[in-house]
Nanobody, 127 residues
Framework: QVQLVQSGGGLVQAGGSLRLSCVVSGRTFSVYAMGWFRQAPGKEREFVATISRTGGRTAYADFVKGRFTISRDNAKNTVYLQMNSLKPEDTAVYYC????????????????????WGQGTQVTVSS
């Protein structure tokens, strides 16, 4: 059974930084493209960042470009989201997700294409 276990998150002041981690177990990590999404109260889950199986391709939502960085370490079965210059509007529950794909260059920004999800972690940015 595939499991995604998240860590990191918490409370930070505006302008601060946080790093989220997501460890995948149950299957070879490198067969998954990975993504990060977030969901604020009363809003739909939205795309934040995605990375291909080898880490060679990444994509970001416009509202995090230049501030957030997604990366992965296939030897550690872990994907990361480094979040810098955080803003109060970044406050949300953040989720990692795994998309099983045979294309090493593939990634997706679409929620419904992901097969497995982490438990979510709260990120709160105070002004």
């Amino acid at each position: 059974q595939v499991q995604l276990v998240q860590s990191g998150g918490g409370l930070v002041q505006a302008g601060g930084s946080l790093r989220l981690s997501c460890v995948v177990s149950g299957r070879t990590f490198s067969v998954y493209a990975m993504g990060w999404f977030r969901q604020a109260p009363g809003k739909e889950r939205e795309f934040v960042a995605t990375i291909s199986r080898t880490g060679g391709r990444t994509a970001y939502a416009d509202f995090v470009k230049g501030r957030f960085t997604i990366s992965r370490d296939n030897a550690k079965n872990t994907v990361y989201l480094q979040m810098n210059s955080l803003k109060p509007e970044d406050t949300a529950v953040y989720y990692c997700a795994a998309d099983l794909t045979w294309d090493i260059q593939y990634y997706t920004t679409t929620v419904d294409e992901y097969d497995y999800w982490g438990q979510g972690t709260q990120v709160t940015v105070s002004s």
